[in-house]
Structure formats: C-alpha cells, structure tokens
C-alpha cells in the first residue's frame, strides 16, 4: 500500500496552510489566471472556476491520496484572502524526498509569503515526516521563484538544460510555448536548522 500523507493544516504567524475548500474557487480561478502563473505553470488557459473546482474537489484530493503529494491553500490568518497554493509533488517514499511547488496571487506578492509557506511545509516534511530531502525547481528566468528558493536555504544544484517549456505573449495578445533551462534546488533538514521557525508551524488534524 502507498504511504500519504496525512490531512493536515499548518499555521505560521501571518500564514493558515490548509486543503482548498469549494469556496476558495473564485479566488483560485482568479490567481491562476494571472500573467505570471499563466507564464511559469501548466495551467489551462483559461482558467476557469470550473477548472478551478475540478482542481479543489478531484484533483488537488487526489494528489493526496494517490501517496503523490499533498496540495495547500495558503491564506492569510487575519483576513483568509487567498495568498496561494502550495504543492508538494513527485513523492518518492523509498529515498523520503519530494519537489515543491508554488503559486501566489498577485495582490500577496514581494510579502515574502512565499518564502513564509514553503519554509513551515518544510520544516513539518522534515521534522514530522522524517523526510531527507526537499527539491524545488526553477525557469532560468523565473528570479522571484529562485530568490525564494534562496531564501529558505535551498543549494542550487546544477542546470537542466533546455528540459522545461514556459509561455511568453506574443504579439497578438495569445500565449506560446517556449523551451528553457530549469535550475535544480535542494533543500535537506540540516539546511533550514538555522533559519528558525516559519512562525512555529503547527499540525492541526
């Protein structure tokens, strides 16, 4: 039987990391449509509230269950806004590693939120699940999401050449595919025992 992991909530001072509800649809259709996680994600154009609740109630679930990973909504303690998503995925059980990924709103950026998240799903991976590494993965253009990764303590680990597509506008407003580099960055529980706590993460459920 896969392992998974469990149905958890994390809390850190400014942060709720919870399972997206159905309510949380309009806000997620609204992020995920925008320019930049049209540019860096995989995500359908358009997204929809439709792809939205699809995502919420059978994909992001099933993400869980099928032992891949695990998908959060982050939101703001004080005023519940969506911030944005994070996402572990890629789990290998066996080594007890997993790749990280993220997406935060518009409104929430340059709040260091996305550091904030990440950093407490990271030190529950590894304090609570035992976990030995953490993998995060960049464009070679994408700065905002390497200098996360820089601020957690992730090491850039080498370069994949020409392995990951991204979209760029064109000229006529539409979107096309275009081949990139992608950085590799680990993270491992010795690299974040110095940066503290993300807020004291906490496990609810």
């Not at 806000?27 to 925008?34: F, H, I, K, Q, T």
């Not at 990951?164 to 580099?181: Q, Y």
Request: net charge negative; aromatic share 8%.
């Amino acid at each position: 039987m896969t392992p998974t992991f469990p149905d958890i909530s994390l809390s850190t001072e400014r942060l709720t990391l919870r399972p997206f509800e159905e309510a949380d649809a309009p806000e997620l259709a609204a992020m995920m449509s925008d320019e930049l996680s049209v540019a860096w994600t995989t995500a359908p154009i358009p997204y929809t509230r439709r792809e939205a609740y699809d995502w919420i109630t059978r994909r992001a679930p099933a993400e869980r269950v099928g032992g891949r990973g695990i998908v959060l909504a982050v939101v703001e303690y004080l005023t519940h806004r969506l911030v944005g998503s994070v996402h572990l995925m890629n789990t290998d059980w066996r080594t007890l590693s997993t790749e990280v990924g993220y997406v935060v709103a518009p409104w929430a950026r340059g709040e260091g939120y996305a550091a904030e998240a990440v950093l407490a799903v990271a030190q529950w991976l590894f304090r609570d699940q035992k976990f030995e590494r953490l993998e995060l993965r960049t464009a070679a253009g994408n700065t905002a999401s390497q200098q996360v990764a820089q601020k957690i303590g992730c090491i850039s680990e080498g370069v994949l050449r020409n392995a990951l597509i991204v979209r760029s506008r064109t000229e006529d407003g539409g979107w096309a595919d275009i081949r990139t580099d992608l950085i590799v960055w680990g993270l491992l529980p010795e690299d974040v025992e110095d940066l503290g706590d993300a807020g004291d993460a906490t496990t609810e459920g």
